[in-house]
């Protein structure tokens, strides 16, 4: 597994820093017209996570500021989004069920404390704040290990989506599921290395005074993108049905070097 493949890709592309200005304008005016500029980013993405897996890993697909070829990039950037935020809901619910239960372990540490101190001096107190504090514990450790699987699952929901530019390949839940737990070792290690990432990244926003922010949200989303690609590529390896890739070009963008009648350009694994 390459993780930081993303990253090697963006800097083989000669225009990569005009493209990730390009990508940060993009980032930036979505705080004026809310998703849109983020759902254009995501179909941009799309569009690469295609060329990835067909063996095009430089240049990235064409990034400027063309209201066309932007319209034509929403629909792809809004079944990937479609897809995490239907995903996301089971995730939110498990989320305020394990903080619900921490909760519980707050007062139930309190309350044995309470009732160890009511039955057996100090010595009773300390045990019923420690089984308290066991079963907080143990609560924090269920809520942690959901959200954990929560977010693998959901990358694979979000992946199927944008591979195959079909929103319902992303809601067949057995699919999903077994595809998870087939590369779920990956999955889990993708995770390490993008907390690692974003600390990095926040390190460098914050040493720009947040100039760096918008560039490094598209830096970031460039490394998860060609991560979902090798993620595809293990499972492939690990013997998992392949899934039909949806176009690898829209109208007014540019033509992948790879696909019919182009020239193919050696896949970068």
């Not at 993780?3 to 820093?17: E, F, Q």
């Not at 079963?135 to 269920?142: D, I, K, P, Q, T």
């Not at 839940?173 to 077994?178: A, Y």
């Not at 991560?227 to 390896?237: D, K, Q, S």
């Amino acid at each position: 597994m390459q993780y930081l493949r993303g990253w090697t890709a963006l800097r083989n592309d000669p225009d990569w820093i005009s493209k990730v200005g390009w990508g940060s304008l993009l980032m930036l005016s979505g705080m004026c017209i809310p998703l849109l500029g983020g759902l254009a980013i995501r179909g941009w993405c799309g569009l690469m996570l295609r060329r990835a897996v067909s063996g095009q890993d430089s240049p990235l697909p064409r990034l400027e500021f063309d209201t066309d070829y932007l319209g034509k990039l929403l629909p792809i950037g809004f079944k990937g989004f479609l897809a995490q935020l239907l995903w996301s809901l089971p995730l939110i619910a498990v989320m305020m069920c394990g903080y619900c239960c921490m909760y519980a372990g707050i007062f139930g540490m309190l309350g044995m404390g309470a009732a160890g101190a009511g039955a057996g001096g100090e010595a009773g107190a300390g045990i019923g704040l420690v089984l308290g504090g066991l079963l907080m514990v143990v609560a924090f450790a269920m809520m942690f290990l959901a959200i954990v699987a929560g977010n693998m699952v959901m990358q694979v929901a979000v992946m199927r989506a944008e591979l195959t530019d079909d929103l319902n390949a992303a809601m067949r839940f057995g699919e999903v599921l077994q595809m998870t737990k087939l590369i779920a070792k990956e999955l889990f290690l993708g995770m390490l290395v993008l907390q690692l990432l974003g600390f990095v990244l926040v390190f460098v926003t914050v040493c720009t005074l947040y100039l760096g922010l918008f560039p490094s949200i598209v830096v970031m989303q460039v490394v998860v993108t060609y991560m979902r690609a090798e993620f595809y590529r293990r499972y492939l390896e690990k013997g998992g049905q392949p899934l039909p890739i949806g176009p690898l070009a829209v109208e007014h963008g540019d033509s992948p070097t790879v696909g019919p009648g182009a020239h193919p350009t050696p896949a970068q694994f």
